[in-house]
């Protein structure tokens, strides 16, 4: 098992968290919609918009719109987050969360990696204990 790469969240996603935490939002259940969509009801005119602004700050306009437009501008950005829905801002608010965390990528040989009943380990490496802010990305070198 050799660990290639380990990529960190950029600063402007993290700092986007952060406003989000400062309003009464938890940062390990803004992946769900549902947690999302009950807060943002109880929210003043103010919170909305300082969230908003928040999300304008990523400057991850393409994956927090998921369009399919390659570069989309500020500008565009704003506009259209303006005119959503509390429930399309709720699944919005979702993408920062998985942004933030932390990527591991791996590379194994064949024999590193068992499963069983539906769960893997891998031979020789402990990973860390279950982290929301980790992801682990596995490659095989024998494909």
Request: proline share 4%; charged share 35%; glycine share 2%.
């Amino acid at each position: 098992m050799i660990r290639i790469a380990e990529r960190r969240p950029p600063e402007r996603v993290v700092k986007t968290l952060r406003v989000l935490e400062d309003l009464g939002l938890k940062r390990y259940l803004l992946t769900s919609v549902e947690y999302n969509f009950e807060r943002l009801k109880e929210m003043t005119d103010d919170e909305m918009r300082r969230i908003k602004d928040a999300l304008t700050a990523t400057r991850q306009y393409k994956r927090l719109m998921s369009t399919r437009k390659v570069y989309p501008r500020k500008e565009e950005f704003k506009r259209w987050i303006e005119n959503q829905s509390l429930e399309v801002i709720a699944k919005v608010l979702c993408r920062p969360a998985v942004l933030a965390e932390t990527k591991v990528y791996l590379f194994w040989e064949e024999g590193d990696i068992h499963i069983a009943n539906k769960h893997w380990w891998l031979k020789g490496m402990t990973l860390p204990s279950y982290s929301p802010h980790h992801t682990w990305r596995l490659y095989s070198l024998s494909a």
